[in-house]
């Protein structure tokens, strides 16, 4: 196993042990807080990035950020530039 590939085992195993501690969002970031758009705004670039698969990404937005089906498929369209919903309707 080359450097690279090991650098992202120890990347998805330190993100899994992170994700697994008992943190919780701030009133302020969840569903009708005052800063849930910006929290919204970020998961876009979160989506954007390389590095995990979509469905790690999807979970993490569901299952952490307390995001709903509707609002990920809405930050997921943004990072994509609209190719979600083209590629939808063709």
């Known amino acids: 196993m080359d450097h690279a590939t090991w ?13 697994t501690k008992k943190k ?9 807080g005052s800063r849930r758009q910006e929290l919204l705004d970020n998961a876009v670039k979160y989506l954007r990035e390389p590095g995990q ?21 809405e930050a997921l369209n943004k ?3 609209g190719e979600l919903v083209r590629n939808l309707w063709n």
Not at 7 to 19: A, E, P
Not at 24 to 32: I, N
Not at 53 to 73: A, G, N, P, R, V
């Open 7 to 19: 650098s992202m085992v120890q990347d998805l195993i330190n993100r899994k042990v992170y994700m």
């Open 24 to 32: 919780t969002l701030k009133a302020e970031f969840l569903p009708g």
């Open 53 to 73: 698969t979509q469905s790690i990404k999807h979970e993490f937005c569901l299952k952490y950020l307390k995001m709903t089906e509707t609002e990920y498929l």
């Open 79 to 81: 990072a994509t530039n």
